[in-house]
């Protein structure tokens, strides 16, 4: 089972889809770099990674800041000596509601996290990764960067321009070994979405009515994608991977 003697680097890497990525991953025997913005997060990301036997560091920044993610891929390179694998997870939602109600603030945050942060994190993580001897990145997109989503203009926007920067980026450096792909989860159970959906059943079982399985994904589903196209897809780059149940085969 500990076969990966590789380091990866998780952007929100502290909950969610990021924190399920980093268990498996550190299961598999790799080290583990974890970033988001609220260290107390990150110290109990931590402190479960290390108490299934893993090596993680945490990293506290915003992918938006190109310090933040100079400093945090600095730190990683110097405590493991090298960079594998980057899953460029962290995002964030716009509110649902009309267009004409959506404000120009509301498009810089999630453009800015969304789409600048994963362009940063590319751009930090190739050049540790050459040193390395090659690499893998996966940038989280979602089946909304496929279709469009109505109320949510600005998040399915982004989520296209992640498909956009990960085929661009791999095209540049397909012949140095390094491969990026996307992945698109549907809806995912994550701890706040459990959250918000046990305060109203009708909700959740309208969400997942949606689904042509039934059911929304789980966190461990999306980690296992990860963790497929990192290990595995070796003549894989360029691509999106769907994990929505059908949802956009509809
Ligand atoms: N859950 C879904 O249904 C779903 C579906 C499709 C796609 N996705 C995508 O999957 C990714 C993860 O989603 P999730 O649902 O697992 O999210 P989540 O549970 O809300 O976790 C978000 C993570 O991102 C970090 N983060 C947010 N903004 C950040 C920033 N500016 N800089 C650094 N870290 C930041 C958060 O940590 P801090 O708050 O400590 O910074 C947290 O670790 C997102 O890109 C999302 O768009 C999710």
């Given at each position: 089972m500990k076969e990966l003697n590789k380091t990866i680097f998780i952007t929100?890497?502290?909950?969610g889809i990021g924190l399920a990525t980093a268990l498996l991953f550190s299961q598999h025997g790799a080290n583990v770099a974890i970033m988001g913005r609220r260290a107390e997060k990150n110290e109990l990301a931590k402190v479960r990674i290390e108490s299934q036997g893993g090596k993680c560091i945490c990293l506290t920044g915003d992918v938006s800041n190109e310090d933040d993610i100079k400093d945090a891929l600095s730190q990683t390179f110097k405590a493991?000596?090298?960079?594998h694998y980057a899953f460029n997870n962290a995002g964030v939602e716009q509110l649902p509601k009309p267009l004409t109600d959506q404000t120009e603030a509301e498009y810089y945050t999630v453009f800015d996290v969304n789409v600048k942060g994963v362009w940063l994190c590319m751009k930090h993580e190739i050049p540790y990764m050459l040193k390395s001897g090659g690499g893998c990145i996966v940038n989280n997109s979602s089946a909304s960067g496929i279709t469009g989503m109505k109320m949510i203009p600005l998040y399915s926007a982004t989520k296209h321009a992640v498909q956009g920067l990960t085929k661009s980026i791999a095209l540049e450096y397909a012949k140095q070994n390094i491969r990026v792909n996307a992945v698109c989860p549907g809806a995912v159970a994550t701890p706040a979405y459990e959250q918000f959906m046990g305060r109203d059943p009708a909700m959740k079982a309208a969400v997942e009515s949606c689904f042509p399985m039934g059911r929304v994904g789980f966190c461990e589903e999306v980690a296992t994608a990860v963790l497929y196209l990192c290990?595995?897809?070796?003549?894989?780059?360029?691509a999106s991977l769907l994990i929505d149940g059908g949802r956009t085969a509809q």
């Open positions: 929100g890497g502290n909950d493991f000596g090298s960079l290990r595995d897809a070796t003549f894989t780059t360029g």
